[in-house]
């Protein structure tokens, strides 16, 4: 909550991803540029981890951040959250 | 049934010792006014699970797990009231006993257990006087066969059934409750809690506006007046056709399309009451599970809540309407929880009345999304199609919608309005969405 947007790291993003899929196997396994689709992660899977993200970052995802590729991995998606909390304070 | 005799079983809640109070939910609300407006007639909205005991299980462990369900997981416990205010209120009781029929047999099991169960669900729950599940066991010579629970529906969604379904076998298994049943289960009242804290009170906001800015834009219900018929005498009619068909063909074009088998079936049953019986523009409300939040995935409770789409178009082509569906049903499921009194009178200050009068309700398979979909090859899909049987589930004189269409893994079933859509033209059209759907998927997937 009231997150600073330098000290949000991809590996951060990266655990919150994984609390969104508490059903996935080997989550262990997974890294911040892991493709998270070929991981096994559907359309209903994948709004869990949006509700994760937005939930923990105190953040919405604006309607043109909802596509497939930004939540292709965590490293994409830690980056699309740095880009509406630097909107939010720039 | 009669039962032969009854156990009464002792529970103390999981974790405290103290009834707790509060309002309901947005999940338990939305279906609580659900029944409330069907009432006294809401007892077929009853859940009915039929779990076979494992052979050489000691009725004690059956009693056990009922037992170790009941204390877990506070839905099981909770009484509901209304207020002075005429507010419905939930009391979660952490102590009393768990009335269990056991009814002893010579005859075969599973059909006396099928009419427990039957007897059992035709009876509404007064949900203020008896905890909303009921207990049977069917014993043979004394020895457990099979264990009946009817649940009222606002104790459990689909989601929370197929929960207990799981535990229950594991327990019956001979499991420990410690194995098989989460440590600290989301209760109702956490739920509450989240709702009621500064995080849930925001999501709760830019749900309500979400839902003005979507029921500014609802058509007036699915058919056009031109459509209209002499409806039948009981005039609301349910259908079923029996057939797997229907949510292969939607699983494997979801993964071809990749969009959700949803989204998929929801652009087929639009396209399909386009050119069956000329809908130009379909408003209609999807039935959401609402277990996004990963807390609520353990949660036994009534979560699930229905959200507005419209549809315009319908002439397009199935990948431009699926894909419409998935952003659209992306962008709204972020924010699912709303109250449904506000979501009344967010309708009725719309202008014209955004009156929901048709219902999608897609039921996939468990662990059953595009990227688990398996292969299924053409020639079991074209033998699913082949042999779907039709049969009419019951008619209605009374009912809050004109169509409902819900989809589950072994069938697809309509409830009608016949003064739009007749009964033969109703079964044409779960006929006809199958077969569409069985064709994309052949002629898309496997190049036929």
């Keep these: 909550m009231g997150s600073d947007v330098r000290a949000i790291t991809d590996e951060e993003v990266l655990g919150v991803v994984i609390s969104g899929l508490p059903g996935f196997r080997n989550t262990e396994q997974l890294t911040p540029q892991s493709d998270l689709w070929a991981a096994g992660m559907d359309s209903l899977s994948n709004i869990s981890v949006m509700v994760a993200i937005e939930g923990e970052f105190d953040i919405e995802f604006p309607d043109e951040f909802l596509t497939p590729e930004v939540f292709t991995s965590a490293a994409n998606i830690a980056e699309a959250v740095r880009a509406i909390l630097g909107g939010r304070t720039g | 049934m009669v039962a032969d005799r009854r156990a009464d079983i002792p529970f103390e809640a999981w974790g405290g010792a103290d009834p707790q109070y509060g309002r309901l939910t947005c999940g338990q609300r939305f279906i609580w006014d659900i029944i409330a407006d069907l009432a006294p007639n809401d007892e077929h909205l009853n859940s009915e699970l039929l779990l076979d005991v494992p052979g050489g299980t000691e009725l004690e462990v059956v009693l056990r797990s009922v037992r170790a369900l009941v204390e877990r997981h506070a839905s099981l416990r909770t009484l509901y009231t209304v207020d002075e205010e005429g507010e419905p209120v939930q009391q979660a009781h952490a102590r009393g006993t768990i009335p269990v029929a056991v009814i002893d047999t010579e005859e075969d099991a599973e059909r006396v257990a099928e009419e427990t169960a039957r007897a059992s669900a035709g009876e509404r729950f007064c949900l203020d006087a008896e905890l909303p599940v009921r207990f049977s066991v069917v014993t043979q010579e004394g020895a457990p066969r099979v264990l009946v629970l009817v649940l009222s529906h606002i104790v459990v969604d689909i989601w929370g059934l197929r929960l207990l379904v799981e535990q229950t076998g594991r327990l019956l298994e001979g499991q420990h409750p410690d194995d098989v049943l989460p440590a600290d289960p989301w209760q109702p009242l956490d739920q509450l809690a989240y709702e009621e804290s500064p995080a849930g009170r925001r999501k709760l906001e830019r749900a309500h506006r979400f839902l003005r800015e979507s029921l500014a834009d609802v058509p007036a219900g699915p058919f056009p007046d031109s459509a209209r018929v002499r409806p039948q005498p009981n005039r609301y009619w349910m259908g079923e056709l029996l057939s797997q068909a229907p ?178 033209l109703a079964e044409r059209y779960l006929r006809t969405v199958q077969d569409s759907l069985v064709d994309l998927a052949l002629s898309a997937v496997h190049g036929h």
């Design chain 2, 247 to 424: 949510d292969k063909a939607a699983r494997l074009l979801a993964r071809h399309l990749g969009v959700s088998a949803s989204s998929v079936l929801i652009a087929v049953a639009a396209i399909t009451l386009h050119r069956l019986c000329g809908v130009t523009e379909f408003g209609f409300s999807l039935r959401t599970l609402n277990r996004y939040d990963a807390r609520t995935q353990t949660a036994v409770g009534h979560y699930s809540q229905e959200l507005p789409l419209v549809l315009r178009r319908l002439d397009r082509e199935l990948p431009d309407i699926a894909g419409e569906v998935q952003r659209s049903a992306v962008s709204m499921l972020r924010c699912p929880y709303y109250w449904p009194p506000e979501m009344r009178r967010i309708r009725e200050e719309a202008v014209p009345p955004a009156r929901s009068n048709a219902t999608i309700n897609y039921i996939g398979k468990p662990g059953g999304g595009p990227a688990e979909a398996e292969d299924i090859p053409a020639a079991e899909l074209l033998a699913d199609a082949g042999n779907a049987r039709f049969r009419w589930l019951f008619e209605h004189s009374e009912e809050k919608i004109q169509f409902l269409l819900s989809s589950h893994p072994r069938s697809l079933s309509c409830l009608v309005d016949t003064a739009f859509l007749p009964p033969e």
